[in-house]
């Protein structure tokens, strides 16, 4: 079965930290861009970075840029968000998903339309 699994999440303090994982399952991420999206309650799922095929282009959304880092590990199948300085507007459940149109750092990551998501890794950040 071809998936992608989320883990990490949790609850932390304002200002802390912590680290998202995205493993693929029953495939091979080395040929896939993969995004990071975050959907909080009542508002609509959201991309806020990506990651291209060989780490050489990455996108942050402003609302995040320099506090989260996008790395990834094709050998190890896994593709991880490190998330600095949190906030209590980082509350949201994250998923990780394949960018569609290719990771560009001049656009928000976009899902395929029809993609199956996972369940998410709920991120919670007090004030």
């Known amino acids: 079965q071809v998936q992608l699994v989320e883990s990490g999440g949790g609850l932390v303090q304002s200002g802390g930290s912590l680290r998202l994982s995205c493993v693929a399952s029953g495939f091979a991420l080395d040929y896939y861009h993969i995004g990071w999206f975050r959907q909080a309650p009542g508002k609509e799922r959201e991309g806020v970075s990506c990651?291209?095929?060989?780490?050489?282009?990455?996108f942050y959304a402003d609302s995040v840029r320099g506090r989260f880092t996008i790395s990834r590990d094709n050998a190890n199948n896994i593709v991880t968000l490190q998330m600095n300085s949190l906030k209590p507007e980082d509350t949201a459940v994250y998923y990780c998903a394949p960018d569609r149109l290719g990771c560009s750092e001049l656009r928000p990551p976009m899902a395929p339309a029809h993609f199956s998501w996972g369940q998410g890794t709920q991120v919670t950040v007090s004030s």
């Open positions: 990651i291209s095929v060989g780490a050489g282009s990455t």
